[in-house]
């Protein structure tokens, strides 16, 4: 009897890959089988498949989609309460931007405490400074009005909150504040066009109650009738100050253009007085003595009467002197 050696490895039997007789393959009988032909390389035939000529025929196909989707209950509860979801978060919403809005205003709250308690708002372009004509505004150099300097260094004197208000665009207005305010000391805020307040025509409006200040410390100055007819007892209209009418005579503004050295005193009248600005413009024996009046109904003849309540306080030579009602 022989000895196994430990040495000796017995591997397992190979096993027999010969195709036995029941195995063996039929003639012309095929290896897989497939549902349908396979093609190759393409071919129109193959890539025009499935194609249409008719344009809604994705229309179709979504209208399909959504009567399968709409015919399961589940689906039609789904649908119906993420809807009710997204009417009532854009509700919600729009509600809490209104509550903002009446609580801060369109410029918000003061970023600090004012020494003074006057708020200037000022109209940008042919008001305190002119870009010359208007085609070519990016171009010209700005020119300031003249009493620019003085009436910006006095409200920074008594420390009052500065407000530019203006139906520009924000490089425009990026413009005027490196040009008057290059530092960012002296405005306090500034508002460019917004769909809050710009209609996006001739007859948007400037209101200051839309600021949410008190209207007896605010006063508005610009050239536009229009734009304050809806706050005209705290606004003082001045002469247009536009550049294009006097590049022909070599002068950058008209001769004795003093509106904004009227401005700046009649701000001094109102620090020092402590009157409110409605009671203060409407006092003849208080006010300033350069301060004019005029109807409104007068100054603006595209107006409705209805629109056009109380008188437009101004300086300079805004309207004629033989005009009706002109005080």
């Known amino acids: 009897m022989l000895r196994r050696s430990?040495?000796?490895?017995?591997?397992?039997?190979?096993p027999d890959n010969r195709l036995s007789s029941s195995s063996v393959l039929a003639p012309n009988q095929p290896i897989f089988k497939r549902k349908g032909p396979v093609h190759l390389y393409a071919n129109k035939d193959v890539a025009?498949?499935?194609?249409?000529?008719?344009?809604?025929y994705g229309a179709k196909r979504f209208r399909e989609v959504l009567r399968k989707w709409w015919a399961n209950k589940a689906a039609r509860w789904y649908f119906t309460a993420m809807f009710a979801a997204c009417i009532l978060s854009l509700f919600f919403f729009v509600r809490q931007y209104d509550f903002v809005l009446e609580d801060t205003g369109l410029v918000g709250k003061k970023k600090r405490v004012y020494k003074s308690r006057l708020t200037v708002v000022l109209d940008v372009d042919e008001t305190i400074c002119s870009f010359g004509d208007k085609a070519y505004r990016l171009r010209a150099p700005m020119v300031p009005r003249p009493f620019l300097s003085e009436l910006m260094d006095y409200l920074c004197e008594i420390d009052c909150e500065i407000i530019l208000w203006a139906a520009c665009s924000d490089r425009y207005m990026k413009q005027v504040l490196h040009a008057v305010d290059p530092q960012g000391i002296r405005i306090s805020s500034y508002m460019t066009r917004d769909e809050s307040w710009y209609s996006r025509d001739f007859f948007y409006e400037k209101n200051i109650h839309w600021l949410k200040r008190n209207p007896n410390d605010t006063i508005i100055i610009e050239n536009r009738p229009l734009s304050v007819r809806g706050c005209n007892s705290n606004a003082i209209l001045v002469d247009d100050f536009v550049r294009a009418e006097y590049m022909e005579s070599g002068m950058d503004h008209p001769?004795?253009?003093?509106?904004?050295?009227?401005?700046?005193?009649?701000?001094?009248?109102?620090?020092?007085?402590?009157?409110a600005v409605p009671r203060y413009l409407a006092n003849k024996k208080l006010r300033h003595p350069d301060i004019k009046e005029i109807p409104c109904h007068l100054a603006m003849r595209q107006m409705p009467d209805e629109l056009a309540v109380g008188n437009f306080f101004f300086v300079g030579n805004k309207f004629k002197p033989g005009s009706q009602g002109y005080n």
């Open 6 to 14: 430990r040495f000796l490895r017995i591997s397992p039997p190979k």
């Open 255 to 275: 001769p004795n253009d003093k509106a904004l050295q009227t401005v700046k005193e009649i701000v001094s009248e109102l620090e020092k007085t402590g009157e």
């Open 48 to 56: 025009m498949r499935g194609v249409t000529d008719d344009r809604y």
